[in-house]
């Protein structure tokens, strides 16, 4: 393959032959925006919006919220930030939003579950956000969490526009989101692929349970065929698809994700350099080549192999 670009080149990220790759920046809060910028992140994939609510007693103000984000969106400028709204439950806990006891909270009141319960918060975070977003150049579009059920896409989509926010969008972090995509996408507007959740329910190990880590891989031939799946459906719609996931900084892998359709990676921006000169190495043929042995491989060990040697080869 032509070797391009050299790792931690600043530019918009592309394979060998040129296919765009948008390279974007997951952050969690205004703190990170100058760090992923340097980094070279085309625009933020996920802003993980919990920051604002932990430790707090109460939910925070649209106005504080407003200022936030506007900080945020300002420094952006005229690029891209997809807002992921509040995530509550399970592996993020909220002293604010009981749930009860649950016996298994990754299975409970969680994402949009919990928005669904506590409709007021949605509608101060969405209208914060519309607001911060008048008067910027910024392009922002929202994003909900743990969506399983395109009925749920759907009301999420509505409070959105109901809030002056007219590019809506859901994460595709549950096995069922994933098989239905084509059904969510005739609501929403793009999906991202929340691959440490997709891959925790896919292959039912607890993301919290270190003891079960060798277990939760993203190379996992299962997980990669839920990707694939999602991502025939985002393009058969015309519709926007990336990876918001951490199976995005991983280089090869990445290179995986675009060749089973993926037009967008989101991730922590140390992780970009590598990527972006990963990802330059190779073309867009030779991902999907890598994505098809993944995928048809019998384990993440093996998947990572092959596509270890069919790179090498390359
Ligand atoms: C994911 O589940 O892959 C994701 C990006 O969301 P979080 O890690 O915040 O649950
Ligand atoms: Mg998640």
């Not at 909270?105 to 956000?129: V, W």
């Amino acid at each position: 393959a032509a070797v391009v670009g050299s790792a931690g080149a600043v530019g918009a990220g592309a394979t060998a032959d040129g296919k765009a790759v948008a390279l974007l920046a997951n952050i969690g809060g205004p703190d990170d925006v100058a760090g992923a910028l340097a980094a070279g992140a085309e625009g933020v994939g996920l802003l993980r919006t919990e920051f604002l609510y932990l430790d707090a007693e109460h939910a925070p103000s649209v106005e504080e919220q407003e200022g936030i984000y506007r900080r945020i969106f300002t420094e952006l400028g005229d690029r891209r930030v997809v807002v992921r709204v509040l995530d509550a439950g399970a592996d993020k806990p909220l002293a604010f939003l009981p749930v009860g006891k649950e016996p298994n909270p990754a299975l409970g009141l969680r994402g949009i579950r919990a928005l669904r319960a506590h409709p007021d918060i949605l509608r101060d975070q969405l209208a914060a956000i519309a607001r911060a977003q008048s008067g910027t150049s910024t392009t922002v579009w929202v994003m909900a969490p743990m969506v399983g059920e395109p009925a749920e896409a759907e009301w999420f989509v509505a409070q959105a526009r109901r809030a002056g926010l007219a590019t809506a969008g859901v994460m595709i972090e549950v096995p069922s989101a994933a098989l239905l995509t084509e059904e969510i996408l005739v609501s929403a507007a793009f999906v991202s692929l929340g691959t440490n959740d997709l891959a925790q329910y896919a292959l039912a190990a607890d993301r919290q349970l270190g003891t079960l880590a060798h277990l939760l891989d993203p190379w996992h031939p299962a997980v990669l065929r839920l990707i694939g799946i999602s991502a025939g459906a985002a393009a058969s719609a015309g519709k926007p698809i990336g990876v918001c996931g951490e199976s995005a900084a991983d280089p090869l892998l990445a290179c995986v994700l675009v060749g089973l359709g993926v037009g967008s990676l989101s991730m922590a921006p140390t992780a970009l350099g590598a990527v972006r000169a990963t990802l330059g190495r190779y073309t867009y043929d030779e991902c999907v080549r890598m994505a098809g042995l993944a995928r048809s491989a019998g384990s993440a060990a093996q998947a990572r192999a092959v596509v270890r040697e069919a790179a090498d080869e390359l």
